[in-house]
């Protein structure tokens, strides 16, 4: 399995710059430093308020156009703050896609500063809120929100790899993929981050502070989402909490450890080629799955 996809076109604080003089001059002269880049995006923070998101891929430009799209609407019935776009930039001679200033939300990544227990709540809460039927027009991904039977050839041949490495795979794993697979599918179609791994939701001092990137924004199946509870809580009581206050019945319990499986083994695989932090977020989050199974059975 492949590691981080390479970057299309080459960012930096020199192009940032250029982009924020020509579009946006009155933030221009603002402190700018790269933040971090991941798969899709770089992050510059720019000054005390503000960061830059650009993407650096072909695929991700057209995630941020949903960003730019539906988090405006989405935010102010949100019980928790996302970085809903407060100025766009427009693709230039130097850099071919939009692009968009947003607002700064402090915090760690949940994978360097782990949720207390007690946020399993709220995150539970949030998930809920979030999840209200989506429009018509709403953006679909093939890969998010879709039936389980949609990913089953990658998951299997996922858990084919870690069953021949070196390190194996707990036999819980199959157990919950194949109970996800057989649970009643969904039939809403509701809003969904669609990527709730541990570097997109923000912590400070033990509270959740932010959910990020969401570049994935899509219509579909609930259970995706949930599989963000086993990727954020070390806690098995925190696990089920969060799950309570979502009022989660048996059957997305079921998808969402599911899906949570999906995510696990594609951190675990792509962070064992280049990225040990996804590594390691691959790995938790099939342990709790794991914890979990074990304790049902």
Request: net charge negative.
């Amino acid at each position: 399995m492949s590691g981080t996809p390479a970057a299309e076109v080459e960012i930096d604080e020199k192009l940032v710059r250029a982009l924020l003089r020509e579009q946006h001059a009155d933030l221009a002269e603002l402190h700018l430093e790269l933040l971090d880049a991941g798969w899709d995006n770089a992050m510059f923070r720019l000054g005390d308020a503000y960061t830059v998101r650009l993407p650096r891929r072909l695929v991700a430009a057209k995630l941020l156009l949903n960003e730019q799209t539906w988090l405006p609407s989405l935010a102010p019935n949100l019980p928790l703050p996302i970085p809903s776009p407060v100025r766009v930039g427009l693709p230039n001679h130097s850099y071919p896609w939009k692009w968009s200033v947003l607002p700064w939300l402090p915090g760690h990544a949940a994978n360097e500063e782990p949720p207390c227990s007690d946020q399993a709540l709220v995150f539970g809460h949030f998930l809920r809120a979030l999840h209200r039927l989506a429009p018509s027009d709403a953006p679909v991904n093939e890969v998010r929100g879709c039936p389980l039977a949609h990913r089953a050839g990658g998951v299997s041949a996922r858990i084919e790899q870690l069953k021949a490495s070196n390190s194996g795979l707990a036999p819980e794993i199959e157990i919950a993929w194949h109970d996800g697979l057989k649970a009643p599918a969904s039939q809403r179609a509701c809003w969904l981050h669609g990527d709730l791994h541990a570097r997109n939701v923000l912590v400070e001092n033990g509270r959740i502070s932010a959910i990020i990137d969401w570049g994935d924004i899509t219509s579909g199946d609930v259970a995706t989402d949930l599989a963000g509870i086993w990727a954020l809580f070390e806690d098995a009581e925190a696990r089920c909490d969060a799950l309570t206050a979502y009022g989660a019945d048996a059957a997305e319990i079921a998808r969402g450890r599911a899906w949570a499986v999906n995510f696990g083994t594609i951190l675990l695989l792509t962070g064992l080629v280049d990225n040990p932090r996804h590594a390691a977020m691959g790995a938790d989050t099939l342990r709790r799955v794991v914890e979990d199974v074990s304790e049902k059975s």
